[in-house]
T-cell receptor, first 111, second 113 residues
């Protein structure tokens, strides 16, 4: 069945450094790849997404890249701040409607 | 709650009892989803529905049941057959399928005593 693998499971960086989280997916029909941020005790919130006809998308300090051939996509956060500390989830979706999430990455940004 | 209301927020259940979690949305979204969240395991898909009166099993449907009689409502029943039901349950919805943004409710935390 469809699967999304996410790495690393935990990531600790110094404030101001960059953070990279990577995901791979198994379903070649996947065409939509969102990233969610979940703060403690809250619901996941969309931070950025990318569609399969685009290779890269940027929004201020956040960027996502997609390599369809390798079935691989990544989240890049630059100039990290303590408020970036949270759990981040990648996901993949196809036109079947099924949307599968990765296992999550706990990001800690040390001041 | 961003147009998606889950209730109750906290629920306690004795072993052997069924319990139903409510999810209502006023966003006119076609598709609705139920996910289970456990520490370190991400969000696992239980059931999803793309249109009224139709739904599909996700990856961990055993021990759960759903209905989709109305577009705005997608209740989840956790049955006594679910071996380890204590978890945080998230409902979500979106327009259609494919490349559309998924919006989450605030979640329901179920504890089995």
């Amino acid at each position: 069945g469809e699967n999304v693998e996410q790495h690393p499971s935990t990531l600790s960086v110094q404030e101001g450094d960059s953070a990279v989280i990577k995901c791979t997916y198994s379903d070649s029909a996947s065409n939509y790849f969102p990233w969610y941020k979940q703060e403690l005790g809250k619901r996941p919130q969309l931070i950025i997404d990318i569609r399969s006809n685009v290779g890269e998308k940027k929004d201020q300090r956040i960027a996502v890249t997609l390599n369809k051939t390798a079935k691989h996509f990544s989240l890049h956060i630059t100039e990290t701040q303590p408020e970036d500390s949270a759990v981040y989830f990648c996901a993949a979706s196809s036109n079947t409607g099924k949307l599968i999430f990765g296992q999550g990455t706990t990001l800690q940004v040390k001041p | 709650d961003g147009g998606i209301t889950q209730s109750p927020k906290y629920l306690f259940r004795k072993e052997g009892q069924n319990v139903t979690l409510s999810c209502e949305q006023n966003l006119n979204h076609d598709a609705m989803y139920w996910y289970r969240q456990d520490p370190g395991q991400g969000l696992r898909l239980i059931y999803y529905s793309q249109i009224v009166n139709d739904f599909q099993k996700g990856d961990i449907a055993e021990g759960y049941s759903v209905s989709r009689e109305k577009k705005e409502s997608f209740p989840l029943t956790v049955t006594s057959a679910q071996k380890n039901p204590t978890a945080f349950y998230l409902c979500a919805s979106r327009t259609g399928s494919g490349a559309n943004v998924l919006t989450f409710g605030a979640g329901s935390r179920l504890t089995v005593l």
